[in-house]
């Protein structure tokens, strides 16, 4: 009976263990985060993402907990993992790397709070009406600025003169198209003929290509965009073949061999989103922390590309450049 009695209360002891460790577990505040990339497309800025919660007290798996959905670039998904979410009853969304994910977590509810980091205007496609008070449950950080969008287009207007410009925008995306209509309406005043192109999944790129060099482009914009982010490489091996030089958002655009990129800092951005998580999992509302917008763009320009497709750039854009890709 003694030696019953003893193996009882010993697998009583290891049954309990489990059970208060998923206790304790529970008891730590839980934040969502749905993301339109794959875990291997935000590799880069997960650390900065991490260092913002850090900034603000919360360490992943010591004091809170992540529940992650990705939508690997699959946008439909996104309504069904965002209210997947919401059935978990988490205590904060982040919806990261995209406005589809954002305009998700938003339709999903109106009680949660989200944080967003985002490419594009929050504004147009009505996350929020008011950038220094946003209403509601959802702020953010976006690293858009219309004056971006046309600093693209100027460089490309003064290094291809003459030449018409193509863009790609995804139609399925609202700030891609909102940066269509703002190429289009910069390029009216400098008097630079643009020829706009709508790409709404990877399989479209190489007809869409074709299409354009048709039309006898001499650069291609790429707008900012996940779809063309996680086609970068494919995007840039078609441009190659084609010998078209481009223009992007992301750094990491013109480190697989895009030509040039000008953009915000997208780190520092994810960065930013994970303070804002930290300060609504301390009790701050969303309504009292206005979206953040970028301060502080990156010119990077890939010389070895350069120097492939034939093209001799200006020393004083060389000296202008953050980063020069030897």
């Not at 939508?71 to 979410?85: I, N, Q, S, T, V």
């Not at 999992?281 to 309504?287: A, F, I, Q």
């Amino acid at each position: 009976m003694q030696r019953r009695e003893f193996i009882r209360l010993l697998g009583g002891a290891a049954a309990a263990c489990p059970l208060s460790a998923r206790a304790q577990q529970r008891t730590m505040p839980v934040a969502g985060f749905l993301s339109t990339l794959s875990p291997q497309e935000l590799t880069f800025v997960m650390p900065a993402f991490r260092q913002g919660l850090s900034e603000a007290g919360f360490d992943e798996g010591r004091n809170f907990v992540i529940e992650y959905r990705w939508a690997e670039g699959h946008y439909e998904r996104l309504p069904a993992l965002a209210a997947d979410l919401v059935r978990q009853q988490v205590a904060v969304i982040a919806a990261i790397s995209g406005t589809p994910a954002a305009l998700a977590a938003k339709a999903a509810t109106t009680t949660i709070p989200i944080v967003f980091a985002i490419g594009g205007d929050p504004v147009a496609p009505g996350l929020v009406t008011n950038l220094s008070r946003p209403e509601a449950n959802i702020t953010g950080v976006s690293f858009y600025t219309s004056p971006v969008v046309t600093k693209r287009l100027e460089l490309a207007h003064e290094l291809f003169r003459g030449r018409t410009i193509g863009v790609f925008v995804n139609p399925g995306n609202p700030p891609s198209v909102t940066e269509g209509k703002s190429l289009q309406a910069a390029a009216d005043g400098l008097g630079q003929a643009i020829q706009i192109v709508n790409v709404s999944t990877e399989g479209q790129l190489d007809g869409a290509l074709a299409d354009l060099m048709q039309h006898g482009i001499g650069a291609l914009i790429v707008s900012s965009d996940p779809l063309f982010f996680i086609a970068r490489k494919r995007l840039v091996s078609l441009m190659t073949r084609y010998s078209l030089p481009g223009i992007f958002a992301d750094r990491e655009q013109a480190e697989a061999g895009g030509l040039v990129s000008y953009g915000a800092s997208r780190p520092e951005a994810y960065r930013q989103a994970g303070v804002y998580i930290g300060r609504i999992l301390r009790g701050e509302k969303p309504s009292d922390l206005p979206v953040m917008l970028p301060t502080k763009f990156e010119l990077i320009i890939n010389l070895k590309t350069a120097k492939a497709l034939g093209l001799s750039l200006p020393t004083s854009l060389l000296a202008l450049a953050d980063e020069v890709i030897e």
